[in-house]
T-cell receptor
Framework: GESVGLHLPTLSVQEGDNSIINCAYSNSASDYFIWYKQESGKGPQFIIDIRSNMDKRQGQRVTVLLNKTVKHLSLQIAATQPGDSAVYFCAEMNGNEKLTFGTGTRLTIIP | KAGVTQTPRYLIKTRGQQVTLSCSPISGHRSVSWYQQTPGQGLQFLFEYFSETQRNKGNFPGRFSGRQFSNSRSEMNVSTLELGDSALYLC?????????????FGEGSRLTVL
């Protein structure tokens, strides 16, 4: 069956450093992979997505890398800021509007 | 532009009761999805509606139901509440023609079942 998991439940990063959040997936048929950010007391917020036929996509201060060989997805955040503190979820989508979310990584920024 | 609005934000029920949660999507968004978020199970898909039709359904018992109205507003209902139904229920809307994975989530309705 499909599953989406994360390597680490927590990650602490010094302010100004780059953050890398990792995710493993098992469903090779997924069409899209997506990253969401959830701040305390709020709903998840879309960050970036990548189609399965791509291996890299860049946004503002974020880069998503997709390695289909090892079924691995990562989110890189450049110059991490205090406002980046949140729980980050990877998710996958396969042909319909249903997202399957991973368990989440809590990113803490050290001032 | 107003975001996704969910009501009520917090509610407490007792076992056996039923509850109805409401969601108003972003204006112009016709797809509405519902997710359940718990510490143990994370974010789990409940169902998705588009133009008043349920297009997708997750693996939840029949006690969980939903509907969508002609103005795209949606409701979900949980009958015969159980303690395990305590969760944050999140509604999300999606713009037709938008990015494939981009859902706009509301802040959720936090349900506590006693």
């Amino acid at each position: 069956g499909e599953s989406v998991g994360l390597h680490l439940p927590t990650l602490s990063v010094q302010e100004g450093d780059n953050s890398i959040i990792n995710c493993a997936y098992s469903n090779s048929a997924s069409d899209y992979f997506i990253w969401y950010k959830q701040e305390s007391g709020k709903g998840p917020q879309f960050i970036i997505d990548i189609r399965s036929n791509m291996d890299k996509r860049q946004g503002q201060r974020v880069t998503v890398l997709l390695n289909k060989t090892v079924k691995h997805l990562s989110l890189q955040i450049a110059a991490t800021q205090p406002g980046d503190s949140a729980v980050y979820f990877c998710a996958e989508m396969n042909g319909n509007e249903k997202l399957t979310f991973g368990t989440g990584t809590r990113l803490t920024i050290i001032p | 532009k107003a975001g996704v609005t969910q009501t009520p934000r917090y509610l407490i029920k007792t076992r056996g009761q039923q509850v109805t949660l409401s969601c108003s999507p972003i204006s112009g968004h016709r797809s509405v999805s519902w997710y359940q978020q718990t510490p143990g199970q994370g974010l789990q898909f409940l169902f998705e509606y588009f133009s008043e039709t349920q297009r997708n359904k997750g693996n939840f018992p029949g006690r969980f139901s939903g509907r969508q109205f002609s103005n795209s507003r949606s409701e979900m209902n949980v009958s015969t509440l159980e303690l395990g139904d305590s969760a944050l229920y999140l509604c999300a809307s999606k713009r037709s023609g938008g990015l494939a994975g981009e859902l706009f989530f509301g802040e959720g309705s936090r349900l506590t079942v006693l």
